[in-house]
Structure formats: structure tokens, C-alpha cells
DNA sequence: TTGTACGCGTTATCAG
DNA sequence: CTGATAACGCGTACAA
């Protein structure tokens, strides 16, 4: 309680005075200048320690016009898929010397607008977008303003330099083709939001594997949703109360698939004996379900690392030749297996 | 690509010569002073409209001392305890106009001093610190010197108008308790490390629940763990290689549980018939597993909005009148049930 | 190798 | 109500 109002206010000209030194020579050993002598260096070196010296930021933020911070945006503080992005992001920026300020979008326009705003107005350095909602046009007119900006898990044509991304379609069309693999021809899928690049090319892929075993496309055993819980939920719901048979659904990620198989479960079906599911991401989640979650895997750490090396290139104007695909993997886990012979899947 | 190096430049002098006012004004309209006149207010606010301009951010901070930004140190940036904890600050901080700034101590000494550290070092204006490896007198020294402190989940008395807590001791009782009035007799325990306070606080509650109900207390139903998942597999391993006898296992807090609950399932203990187990915190998975997992929820959102009004209080110098204990609410699921009659608990 | 002096963009103090 | 102008703390050409 008895809190002093002496905040730190030690600056650099005390530093210089105590050392017998001008304030510029400080600032050199600061920043690690060459050409200051080993004698005065020490000499300031012990100043700035007995003192308690602390550099002030914002007088370098200024002066330097870096904040030494890049922004990161992501849908949402929590949950293990952007955890894990923070996380992995956070502990390559530290030792490039760098903050990571994230922000999050909620998943909606208004509020990702809103985020990136305020880490604009941070005056970040760069920033690495996780953006569901902002359109190609505004990302690169941020681009073009002077910040530049890493695009995760999306494309842009005109920022191909500068995104990071996967092959959404080849991930729908492998799993579908397990699923096939497996024996299974009747395969319903939950999509997520098909006006997103992402959900439809998911969907895009499942369809092409059905073709390439010259199976019908069955607009029935189609339901596009919402990438969350809930609406896995409610699909689910519908896919059943639909009366077809099917063997198996294809996810468009994780969550919706957790919250499909607790709605199978509900109405009595066994997954995988009665129907076999498959996601995406490899949320954290998926080992501690049973059954655990065959998925495919997306590689967060490394889309990160890559993000922060593209990042700070951009920021040093220096170019690169980083390789910005990463590729994605099948976990086969406990939740598909070969379709057993009933004549009823579901019942309903 | 072709980006241009035309980082948003305009500054508040530009303004001023666009508007025809000084620099002066712009800065009171800026700052939503009352004194300027209704005209020369929208002079210059069209002014600043049409000319894109942007306040300094470092500019600002330097001139008023103030970053706007609330530190808060978490164990990790990921998972749901923490996640949520974010989550809740950062949406009260963007109310009050702050940004949260998030930095992970990692559960290490190293880490969580250089992360204080750092959050010190870009002169957040104060700090929230869920903090497992600083000593009081660190906390209570970064807190006198300048930059004010509160602490979450943690009672230091020279601090105790800063902290917000809850009661271990109680979350121990009402758990061993809750196993108790469900007529288990042999209750095990899978505690924290003991020399962390809120680790010892839960284990007495156990004890003292046990002698409430003159039940002898039993060394070898003790084991002391990490609070993590890895630990929780191997206390409860260790616990069923003593061959003793119990019908239940309060474990410190959910994680262990979690890693709990796979160890007794592989070997062939069924949760609850053959043992009931319990948590503490209630973190998103446990309604995900099976058994659902009864515990005690840890009310974050409501720490977190304390914290974040609390913070705001320290930093404008205004004391307050604020709650700062919470109380915990035991959720019962499915991990607890009464004791089946059995003559061996653990095949062993 | 070191020091001088000005600039960075705002806020705050004081006159007017 | 508005305008000069001095801080704020540091970086950096330029000079010495």
C-alpha cells in the first residue's frame, strides 16, 4: 500500500553525468555502438547499473520509429488452435527481440477492424493477420499504407509474397479419400461457412475425391455451418433427421466435429462402429475424446515461426525466399474405421 | 507488394497549419477539453478527418507518462484456464481504453522475472500478475517501486488491499467433504506442489475434512505432484502401486485429474464405479471427457473484471471499496458417485 | 573516440 | 478561448 511515486525516472542524462560522459555516449553503449572505448563503456556500463538505469521506451519508440512489436490478430484469445499460435508466435518473437501484441477479432468484421485499428494506432511494425472477416482489398491497402502484413492461412494474389497458407482442397480431398480408403461411401460433410475461402475449398476437395471414385454427389449429405460447436451440433442434428444413410461425415474442422459426436452419442449412435468422423486442425481437444479424433493436422508452430522470420524480413526491407506452404498431415486417430454392415445407420 | 514508405506521417502540426489554429488546439480537441469553442473544434476535426491523421502513440505516452496498457503475466498463453483468464481482462480493459498486454511466465523463475521484466520495461501502467515463482518481496518491491501490482489468485498480507483470492482452504474442505457425503471413507489425494500456498491450502482442507469426520489420516494417500497433466498420471500410478484401498481421489486442481483419469482407465479402474475423482478449476475439457468431471469452478471473468477495475483504481490513485474474494462453486458431474461395495478397489 | 545540438510528435504551462 | 514555448527522453548527423 505504501507505494512511492518514484517511478524509475532515471534517464540517461543522470546516466551521463554520474558517468563523466555526454548523454550521446550513453545512448552508444546502448546500442551497442562499436566505436565507444572499452574503458568509457565500462565506465557508463557501471553507471546505468548502480543507478537502476532503465531505458525509457517511448523516447525510443519515437525517436527510432519502431515499436519493436509486431501485431498479431486472431479470432480469439482463447481455445487451444490460437493458443497454440500465440504461443508458438510469441516464443520466436522474444528472441528476435521483438513483442508480440495480439488482438483479437471475435470473428466478426467490425470487431477484426477494430483490433487492427488499435494495433495501428500501436504503431506495431508489422502485422501477421489471422483474419476471417477483412477483405483482400483492406489488407492490402494496409499493406500499402506503410505496415506491413503477414496473411495466415489465407491467399491474396497481389500479397502472394506475403501469405502463408496451406492447400485447403488437397485437406478435403485426403480426407475424404481416407474415408474412401476405408470403405466408406455414403460420406456426409459439415462444412464450414462456404463464403470463406478456406470452408469452400474444403468442400471443393471432398467433392473431387467422390468424383475421382465415381461416387454421386448427394446434396442431402451436404450441411454447411458455422465452424463452431453449436453449429456442428445443430448439422449433425439435421444430417440425421434427414433419414439418409451415411457412414461416415467429413468435418470442416475440429470443434464442429466434437460437437457432432456428442450429438451422434445423443441419438444412440456408436462412432466409429456406426459412423465414422474425421476433422481438421488437431485442436489439443481431440486426444482426450473418445474416441480420440482422426484429423488432419495443421502445422501451427511452424506457420508461426515462418510468419515471425517473413515479418521482420519485411519490416528490415530485406527480401527472402522463405517457403511459404506448409504442408499439412493426416493423424489417424480412433474415430474412422471400415463401415460395418447394418441396414441401419441411423435411426430416425 | 509495392508497398510504400508512407507510414501515416501526417502529425498534429499539419493539422494545426490545415485547420489554421496551433498546435495547441489540436492537442485540446484531441483531448476533449471543454474550453475550445464548438466552431474551431469542428475546424479542426474536419481537418484531422480529411487528412487521415493519426495520433502519435509514443508521442503521447512520453508526454503524459501514461501507456494505456495494463500488464498481465499468465503461466502460459495457451490453454483454457489462462485463455479465458485473457479473454475476460482484455474485453473489461478495452472498455476502460487500455490494452492488456499478456506475457507468459512459463511456471519458471527465469521466465517469469524476465517477463515482468519486460512488461516493466515498456512502462505498462500497472501490472496483473498470476505469478507461481516471484517471492512476495519481489511483488511487493516491483509494486513500491512506482508501478502498482495486483495479484491474482494469492494473498500477500502487506499487499492484501491488492489482492484477489480465493479460499483454498474451503475448495479442499468442500471437495474432501462432498466425497465424504457421499459416503466415501478412503479418500486419496493428489496435491500441488506443497510449498506453493494455494497447493498446501487445498491439502489442509482434505485434512481437515478427513478429521471433521474422525477419519484417520493416511500418509500413503498422499501424494504430492506438479499440478500437471504429466504429474497427475504419475501420482496416481504410485498411488495404485501402494496397493491401499480407496474409493476416490481429489486431485489439486484439473489437470492432474485429467492425466488422472487416463492412468486409472488403463488400468482397468472404472471412474466413478471403482473410484470417483475431482478437480479443481473447472477447465473447458472436462465436459468433454468421460466421465464428465466434477469440480470446483474458479470464477475468472469475475477475477478478471476485479483485476482489471481494481488496476484502474491503483493507476488513477483512487482507492477502493472492492470485493476481493471470490467464492468458488463446487459443479457436480458425473466423475462422483457414491461407493460401490467391492472387496478390491485396485487390482494391483 | 566523444561531444554538441537538433529532431521525433505530444502535452502542459503560462501569457494574452 | 487560444497561442507560444518549454518539457518529455532518446537517437543521430555533424563537428571536434
Redesign the pocket.
Given at each position: 500500500m505504501l507505494r512511492m511515486n518514484n517511478k524509475n525516472?532515471?534517464?540517461?542524462?543522470?546516466?551521463?553525468e554520474s558517468a563523466?560522459?555526454?548523454?550521446?555516449?550513453?545512448?552508444?553503449v546502448?546500442?551497442d555502438?562499436?566505436?565507444?572505448?572499452p574503458?568509457?563503456?565500462a565506465r557508463v556500463q557501471s553507471a546505468m547499473d548502480s543507478l537502476g538505469?532503465?531505458?525509457?521506451y517511448?523516447?525510443?519508440a519515437?525517436?527510432?520509429?519502431r515499436s519493436q512489436s509486431i501485431g498479431l490478430l486472431v479470432r480469439s484469445l482463447g481455445g487451444h488452435y490460437f493458443g497454440k499460435l500465440m504461443y508458438s508466435l510469441e516464443e520466436k518473437l522474444t528472441t528476435l527481440g521483438q513483442y508480440c501484441m495480439v488482438s483479437s477479432g471475435h470473428g466478426t468484421y467490425e470487431s477484426e477492424r477494430k483490433a487492427v485499428d488499435f494495433m495501428l494506432s500501436r504503431r506495431v511494425d508489422a502485422m501477421i493477420l489471422y483474419s476471417d472477416c477483412l477483405s483482400d482489398e483492406e489488407i492490402i491497402e494496409i499493406n500499402n499504407s506503410g505496415t506491413p502484413v503477414v496473411v495466415l492461412s489465407r491467399y491474396i494474389e497481389q500479397l502472394k509474397d506475403q501469405c502463408i497458407y496451406f492447400d485447403d482442397v488437397k485437406a478435403g480431398y485426403d480426407s475424404t479419400r481416407h474415408l474412401l480408403d476405408n470403405g466408406h461411401r455414403n460420406i456426409a460433410t459439415v462444412t464450414g461457412p462456404l463464403h470463406k475461402q478456406d470452408a469452400e475449398d474444403r468442400f471443393l476437395g471432398y467433392k473431387k475425391a467422390l468424383e475421382d471414385f465415381d461416387i454421386g454427389f448427394d446434396q442431402d449429405l451436404v450441411v454447411e455451418s458455422s465452424f463452431q460447436l453449436e453449429g456442428g451440433k445443430e448439422a449433425t442434428k439435421q444430417l440425421l433427421s434427414t433419414g439418409k444413410n451415411f457412414s461416415a461425415i467429413y468435418y470442416g474442422n475440429d470443434e464442429m466435429a466434437v460437437g457432432g459426436l456428442e450429438v451422434l452419442r445423443g441419438a444412440g449412435v456408436r462412432v466409429p462402429e456406426d459412423v465414422s468422423i474425421l476433422g481438421f486442425e488437431d485442436i489439443q481437444l481431440c486426444v482426450y475424446l473418445k474416441p480420440n479424433l482422426t484429423t488432419i493436422r495443421v502445422p501451427l508452430a511452424e506457420m508461426a515461426h515462418i510468419a515471425a522470420d517473413l515479418a521482420m524480413n519485411l519490416v528490415n526491407n530485406v527480401s527472402s525466399d522463405i517457403a511459404l506452404e506448409v504442408q499439412l498431415q493426416l493423424i489417424e486417430r480412433e474415430s474412422v474405421t471400415r463401415p460395418c454392415n447394418k441396414p441401419e445407420q441411423n435411426k430416425n
Amino acid at each position: 500500500m505504501l507505494r512511492m511515486n518514484n517511478k524509475n525516472n532515471i534517464t540517461i542524462k543522470e546516466v551521463a553525468e554520474s558517468a563523466g560522459v555526454s548523454r550521446a555516449t550513453v545512448s552508444r553503449v546502448l546500442n551497442d555502438s562499436p566505436v565507444v572505448t572499452p574503458d568509457t563503456r565500462a565506465r557508463v556500463q557501471s553507471a546505468m547499473d548502480s543507478l537502476g538505469y532503465r531505458p525509457n521506451y517511448f523516447s525510443q519508440a519515437l525517436a527510432k520509429n519502431r515499436s519493436q512489436s509486431i501485431g498479431l490478430l486472431v479470432r480469439s484469445l482463447g481455445g487451444h488452435y490460437f493458443g497454440k499460435l500465440m504461443y508458438s508466435l510469441e516464443e520466436k518473437l522474444t528472441t528476435l527481440g521483438q513483442y508480440c501484441m495480439v488482438s483479437s477479432g471475435h470473428g466478426t468484421y467490425e470487431s477484426e477492424r477494430k483490433a487492427v485499428d488499435f494495433m495501428l494506432s500501436r504503431r506495431v511494425d508489422a502485422m501477421i493477420l489471422y483474419s476471417d472477416c477483412l477483405s483482400d482489398e483492406e489488407i492490402i491497402e494496409i499493406n500499402n499504407s506503410g505496415t506491413p502484413v503477414v496473411v495466415l492461412s489465407r491467399y491474396i494474389e497481389q500479397l502472394k509474397d506475403q501469405c502463408i497458407y496451406f492447400d485447403d482442397v488437397k485437406a478435403g480431398y485426403d480426407s475424404t479419400r481416407h474415408l474412401l480408403d476405408n470403405g466408406h461411401r455414403n460420406i456426409a460433410t459439415v462444412t464450414g461457412p462456404l463464403h470463406k475461402q478456406d470452408a469452400e475449398d474444403r468442400f471443393l476437395g471432398y467433392k473431387k475425391a467422390l468424383e475421382d471414385f465415381d461416387i454421386g454427389f448427394d446434396q442431402d449429405l451436404v450441411v454447411e455451418s458455422s465452424f463452431q460447436l453449436e453449429g456442428g451440433k445443430e448439422a449433425t442434428k439435421q444430417l440425421l433427421s434427414t433419414g439418409k444413410n451415411f457412414s461416415a461425415i467429413y468435418y470442416g474442422n475440429d470443434e464442429m466435429a466434437v460437437g457432432g459426436l456428442e450429438v451422434l452419442r445423443g441419438a444412440g449412435v456408436r462412432v466409429p462402429e456406426d459412423v465414422s468422423i474425421l476433422g481438421f486442425e488437431d485442436i489439443q481437444l481431440c486426444v482426450y475424446l473418445k474416441p480420440n479424433l482422426t484429423t488432419i493436422r495443421v502445422p501451427l508452430a511452424e506457420m508461426a515461426h515462418i510468419a515471425a522470420d517473413l515479418a521482420m524480413n519485411l519490416v528490415n526491407n530485406v527480401s527472402s525466399d522463405i517457403a511459404l506452404e506448409v504442408q499439412l498431415q493426416l493423424i489417424e486417430r480412433e474415430s474412422v474405421t471400415r463401415p460395418c454392415n447394418k441396414p441401419e445407420q441411423n435411426k430416425n
